[in-house]
């Protein structure tokens, strides 16, 4: 019945293993993009409604606003992704800039190779 | 009060942020000499300003809702400030101003400082944000915004230390924030509210089983944000590359805002005091541990950086422990640690501008050179070891008389000697810098110029001036603590006593 | 870069003022149908960055300049800024809705969101180019 959630809940854990386990700095940053995206399936699917309407009245609707209230899907998950994918675009602009820069500075992508800072 | 104050803390540094790269354009063009920087300290002198316009009515008693757009909460996004809000708002707002007058000499020798500039304020929009907002998925967004430019402020300089420090915070981090992303989510199903206050009221209709996941996953993601123990690994080598008046603004402002996250999310939202005892007890791990990596350092700022995990270790001793003195004296701590450790901070950068090194290796007997800077660090070396007269004591003396009085002595003892270990390790700065045999290149190194020594100087007389009246300073942090007792009322403040 | 084979080309000069069109279609709808500033801003952006892989960074250039996307992508902020400021003149809460609402499902209606997403729509855009320019510039480094 409740596919997606599961299928959420399987993405924030292959995203935790991919940051956990991987040894790639591209990889890390796949991770973590896999890990917000099952939050964000999550998120979404907390807001459907099978059957239901986009949320979004157009002029025939607006004669029926409790019906229609009544059959719409919630838009706020909607709105809450929609903020959250803007900010993970900006993790995922930055992260893969500093990794051309890690990548220029070590010539490594290995995440274990960037330890110069400890000594 | 200013009308709309609260908006405009947050409006004034985001405005100055846009606004920032047309004015670096336009100074360039026509010539004019350091416009960028002069604009900068104007906007945070202002945003200060409007911060304290906000004090009379918080300090009266009075929580300050506002709604944007005109929506009521819970269905609008409102900023409520109460006096937990007021006392980080005012110290971001302080940091954030001192940290720049200081910046103004300690970057001039960097390019791009367009960029620098615009992220600083949004570091500090975004810190404003998450300190006024009564809106929980708010306060993510803003605390991305934070994280986000701070990401891009330890990498400033490009080089490798910054670069590789850099990318371990990002990933860690953004890890933080998924977790607590998810946290939001996991709410949101629950009860259908994103208002702090609504959620609070209606979290304390559901059964505590259902509310654990989500409590964990916040404390967890904040845990990252604020560097306790387990989760502490990127805070020493963000810290170490970022420059110094980056680090003086993380380790002053953006633990603080960290904290009263923490706080927040626990004590209000959850309700949840009694997991009090179990941030105690990570405090408590959090101070030894960071105390003790704190002695086996050879560069100043990393040791100032595990030194500031220590300190955090102090404040969630005393919040966790829940009593009224032990959370007078853990915000009166955290007032204190975001004085202390921005200018120990500043000196650092100091010691880098003149020498070009914090290796305490390869620095020594610069008494000499900087008789005031080396006495200023005696100052903030003292007053974070907690010796009087100076207000690291008084904050640490209350939370010692907190943790005997809630029935854990063995708190107060660890506290004790995590003190002495404090101490220890800045005397080992202080001979390895200061003292001891000075290195032939280092002759002619000069003393601070003015303007860096000034916020050093004001910070140095406030850790003084509360050391000798630790009264006033608890009279600041009385409100704050109040306001994290009494979540009800911030509960009906803001919902209008429904 | 240097940019790709004549097919490529000429699709994409084919292509690119449909896709810029259709962005700025989704921006100025937002009010109206789904998407808004933010999607249409990256279809807009990618209208751009599509002409860029065509034609090489030189070319793109010449048709928006680093510094100018630098300066729109700051007037798209301020942009909605002084929109949420200019609330507060009008004697009402930041950002509310103070302005004509016009009639419902018409272009020209809503009162300051169109205004809103016209500005979210440019910041988007200006933003992703940007993050795109940077990162060529950062290869561009390794080049020399």
Known sequence: MDFNYVIAMLLVALGLYCLLLKRNLIKLIIGLVVLTDGIHLFLISLGYRSGGAAAIVSGEMFSDLPGFAAQAVDPIPQALVLTSIVINICILALALSLTIYAYRHYGTLDPSKLRRLKE | MISHAPILAILLPLFAAFLMPVIGILSRRRGIKRAREWFAIAVVLAEFAVVASMLPAVWGGQVLVYQLGGWQPPWGVNLAIDGLNLLVALIVAGIGTLVMIYSFVYMERDTGLDQYYTLFLLIVAGMMGVALTGDIFNLYVFFEIMCISSYALVAFRRKWQSIEASIKYMIVSSLGTSFILLGIALLYGLVGSLNIADLAQKLGQVSPSAVIVPLALFVTGLGIKIAVVPLHMWMPDAYQAAPSAVAALFSGATATVGIYAMVRVVYTLFGAFAIGIMLAALGLVTMVIGALMALAQRDLKRLLAYSGISQVGYVLLGIGLGTVLGIQGGLFHLFNNAIYKTMLFMIAGAIIYRVGTSNMDQLGGLWKNMPVTATLFVVGALAISGVPPFNGFASKWMIYVAGIEAGQPVFTIIALITSALTLAYFLKALNSIFLGQRPKHLSDVKETPLPMMFPIMLLAVLCVVFGVLPQLGIDIVRPAQEAVMNSGGYISAVLGGA | ?144
């Open chain 3, 1 to 144: 870069m240097a940019g790709m084979t004549v097919i490529v080309r000429t699709i994409t000069r084919l292509l690119f003022p449909f896709t810029f069109l259709f962005g700025a279609y989704i921006v100025l709808h937002g009010h109206l149908t789904p998407g808004g500033g933010f999607p249409g801003g990256v279809i807009i952006a990618a209208s751009v960055v599509m002409l860029l892989l065509a034609y090489g960074i030189e070319r793109a250039e010449t048709k928006v300049s680093f510094l100018q996307a630098e300066v729109l992508e700051s007037i798209g902020g301020l942009a909605i800024v002084v929109l949420g400021l200019l609330s507060l003149l009008l004697g009402v809460a930041f950002l509310q809705n103070k302005f004509p609402l016009g009639e419902l499902g018409q272009l020209f209606s809503a009162g300051n969101l169109p205004l809103l997403y016209l500005g979210v729509g440019i910041k988007v855009a200006a933003g992703i180019l940007l993050i795109f320019y940077a990162m060529l510039f950062a290869f561009r480094g390794d080049e020399k």
